[in-house]
C-alpha cells in the first residue's frame, strides 16, 4: 500500500485537543458514540480545511436517524436489518451513505463482525441498495489480552492477512473496487499496514489513555 489513511479515534476526546489535533493537521477523526460526536461535529463544521467524522462504534438501531448523514462514514456495518435501516433514512434524506462492513476475522466472541463465510450474504444485500455506498471493509485483530504478546503479534498478522485476501477476494468476485481496508489500532497498527491496511484507527498512541 503506498499511503494509509490515520483515521483519529477522538471518542472521550474534549473539542478542545480535538481543535488542537486539527490545527496540527489531521481532518479525519473516528468516534464510537452518536451523541458523543454531533456537538463535535457541529462545531467543526464550515471549515476552511474540511474535516470528516466517522462513526467506528457499533450502531444502535434507536440511533441510526441521528448518524446518517451526519457521519463521511459508518464501519461496523454487521447485520441485515441495521443495512435496511441505514438504506432507507439515506433513501429518505435523498444521500448515499458511505459504509464498512465489519468482518470478525479472528472469531472473537467479544467483537462484532460477520464471521469470513457469511460477508459474502451481508454484501451481495447491501449492494443492492442503491442509497448506500460500500466502500470496504474494517476488522480488529486478537484482544492483546487472550494470549502472550508474541503469540498475539503472530496471530494479528495471519488475521490481517486473511483480512486483505478475503477483501482481494470479494473484490474480484463482485468487480467493485472496494477501496477501503480498516484495520489496526494504537495496538497494532504496524503490523496492519504491513498486511495491506489502507486505513488504520489509532486513539491513545495519539491522545493517551481514557
Not at 32 to 45: D, G, H, R, T
Amino acid at each position: 500500500v503506498s499511503e494509509v489513511e490515520l483515521l483519529a479515534i477522538s471518542k472521550f476526546v474534549s473539542l478542545d485537543v480535538v481543535e488542537q489535533a486539527y490545527q496540527l493537521g489531521i481532518c479525519k477523526f473516528g468516534e464510537s458514540y452518536v451523541q458523543e460526536a454531533l456537538p463535535k461535529i457541529s462545531a467543526f463544521a464550515g471549515r476552511p480545511r474540511a474535516v470528516e467524522f466517522e462513526l467506528v462504534g457499533r450502531l444502535q438501531q434507536n440511533k441510526v436517524r441521528r448518524a446518517v448523514g451526519n457521519f463521511s462514514l459508518l464501519h461496523a456495518i454487521d447485520r441485515p436489518e441495521l443495512v435496511h435501516s441505514i438504506a432507507k433514512v439515506a433513501r429518505e434524506r435523498g444521500i448515499c451513505q458511505r459504509i464498512l462492513l465489519q468482518v470478525n476475522i479472528s472469531r472473537e466472541l467479544s467483537k462484532g463482525g460477520v464471521l469470513s463465510e457469511h460477508i459474502d450474504e451481508l454484501l451481495e444485500l447491501a449492494l443492492l441498495e442503491d442509497s448506500l455506498d460500500v466502500v470496504g471493509f474494517m476488522s480488529y485483530g486478537s484482544s492483546l489480552e487472550i494470549e502472550g504478546e508474541h503469540s498475539n503479534e503472530n496471530n494479528s498478522r495471519r488475521e490481517f492477512a486473511s483480512m486483505r485476501e478475503l477483501a482481494i477476494a470479494l473484490r474480484v468476485k463482485f468487480a467493485r473496487p472496494f477501496p477501503v481496508l480498516s484495520m489496526g489500532t494504537s495496538d497494532d497498527f504496524e503490523l496492519a499496514i504491513e498486511e495491506g491496511a489502507t486505513q488504520i484507527r489509532v486513539g491513545s498512541a495519539l491522545f493517551g489513555e481514557r
